[in-house]
C-alpha cells in the first residue's frame, strides 16, 4: 500500500504490535474508530503527523477498504460543535450525508468521502519532515 510506503520494513522484523481494546468497551463503539486507530499507526511508523483540523470515521477490512458505519450524523454534528473543519467518512455513507445533513448544518464544514486507507492516509497526513 503506498499510505505505508515510508515504513522502513525492518520495524515489522524487530516489532510486535498489538492493539487491545479492552472488553469493557460500549459495544457500538468499535467498528467506527479502525480508521482512526490504522492512521494513528501509520502516522507513528512513518513520523507523518495527522492535520489536526480532520475527524474521521469508517471501518477498515485487513486488505484496507474502508466499510460504511453507523451515526454518521451524530458523527459529522460532534466534528463540526468541537472546531473540527474537514471529516473523512466512507464513500458508503454518502447517501447518509445527502439524506441527514442539510447545507446550514455543514456551514463550511467539508465532508471528505474515502474508499481505502490509501486515500485516507494521503488526505490526513501531512509531509514526511
Known amino acids: ?6 515504513i522502513d520494513p525492518e520495524v515489522f522484523a524487530r516489532s510486535d504490535i498489538h492493539v487491545h481494546v479492552p472488553s469493557g468497551a460500549i459495544p457500538k ?3 467506527s474508530a479502525g480508521v482512526t486507530v490504522a492512521v ?5 511508523l512513518t513520523g507523518r503527523r495527522v492535520k489536526s ?7 477498515i477490512t485487513l486488505t484496507g477498504l474502508i466499510l460504511p458505519v453507523g451515526g ?5 454534528l460532534a466534528a463540526k460543535r468541537s472546531g473540527i473543519r474537514n471529516v473523512a467518512v466512507p464513500a ?3 447517501a447518509n ?7 446550514e448544518h455543514l456551514g463550511d464544514l467539508r465532508i471528505h468521502y474515502v474508499r481505502t486507507m490509501e486515500a485516507l492516509a494521503e488526505l ?3 509531509p514526511a519532515e
Open 92 to 94: 458508503d455513507n454518502e
Open 124 to 126: 490526513v497526513l501531512l
Open 1 to 6: 500500500m503506498a499510505c505505508c510506503s515510508g
Open 40 to 44: 494513528a499507526l501509520i502516522s507513528a
Open 97 to 103: 450525508v445527502k439524506e441527514d445533513l442539510k447545507a
Open 53 to 59: 483540523d480532520f475527524a474521521m470515521t469508517g471501518e
Open 29 to 31: 463503539d468499535g467498528p
Open 72 to 76: 454518521i450524523k451524530e458523527k459529522v
